[in-house]
T-cell receptor, first 113, second 112 residues
Framework: DGGITQSPKYLFRKEGQNVTLSCEQN?????MYWYRQDPGQGLRLIYY???????QKGDIAEGYSVSREKKESFPLTVTSAQKNPTAFYLC????????????FGPGTRLTVT | DAKTTQPNSMESNEEEPVHLPCNHS???????IHWYRQLPSQGPEYVIH???SNVNNRMASLAIAEDRKSSTLILHRATLRDAAVYYC?????????????FGTGTRLTIIP
């Protein structure tokens, strides 16, 4: 079955540690995205990538980093510089172009204490 | 970025049609209108999108005003599984600007 997988579903970390969230897709999509969602809020774009080895900052990129070495994979690292890292993180992918729908993964709920 | 305005919440009875409104008065000619919905603790799910003409798919219909400044998502016969937060989003149609800007959406409650 084609789709997007994110792992793990729940992640707990101590403050000051970097943590990497996994996102893999087998839909052969060129574009991939990371969003953050806080309780009762809509999604906010962190980073996106339209092609391998290229990515752009979204609206809230500070404290995050990404890489896109393979078409299928777009991992997100939450660094210790991110002041409020506890949130629900969602990965998505789409074919190129603004008219195409985005397919979302199940999300990773990160809790930092 | 062009923005959308939606009611915070709506209620509907099960098995009745639901009309979810969205205002987007600053829409540009290349903006597509997208609708997504999100169940609790899940990723959003694509529902439908359109540019100028009304659109139908197996999930819903999208009615777009002639001036494109508003649109309405229509669920023809609501079920309990349609209870979710519905997001109306504008997305630039040209490659190179891939943002989806989500607002807070409309929380739809279905009454059995």
């Amino acid at each position: 079955d084609g789709g997007i997988t994110q792992s793990p579903k729940y992640l707990f970390r101590k403050e000051g540690q970097n943590v990497t969230l996994s996102c893999e897709q087998n839909l052969n999509h060129d574009a991939m995205y990371w969003y953050r969602q806080d309780p009762g809020q809509g999604l906010r774009l962190i980073y996106y990538s339209q092609i391998v080895n290229d990515f752009q900052k979204g609206d809230i990129a500070e404290g995050y980093s990404v890489s896109r070495e393979k078409k299928e994979s777009f991992p997100l690292t939450v660094t210790s510089a991110q002041k409020n890292p506890t949130a629900f993180y969602l990965c998505a992918s789409s074919r190129q172009g603004g008219s195409d729908e985005q397919y979302f993964g199940p999300g990773t709920r990160l809790t930092v204490t | 970025d062009a923005k959308t305005t939606q009611p915070n919440s709506m209620e509907s009875n099960e098995e009745e049609p639901v009309h979810l409104p969205c205002n987007h008065s600053t829409i540009s000619g290349t903006d597509y209108i997208h609708w997504y919905r999100q169940l609790p603790s899940q990723g959003p799910e694509y529902v439908i999108h359109g540019l100028t003409s009304n659109v139908n798919n197996r999930m819903a219909s999208l009615a777009i005003a002639e001036d494109r400044k508003s649109s309405t998502l229509i669920l023809h016969r609501a079920t309990l599984r349609d209870a979710a937060v519905y997001y109306c989003i504008l997305r630039w149609g040209n490659f190179g600007n891939e943002k989806l800007t989500f607002g807070t959406g409309t929380r739809l409650t279905i009454i059995p």
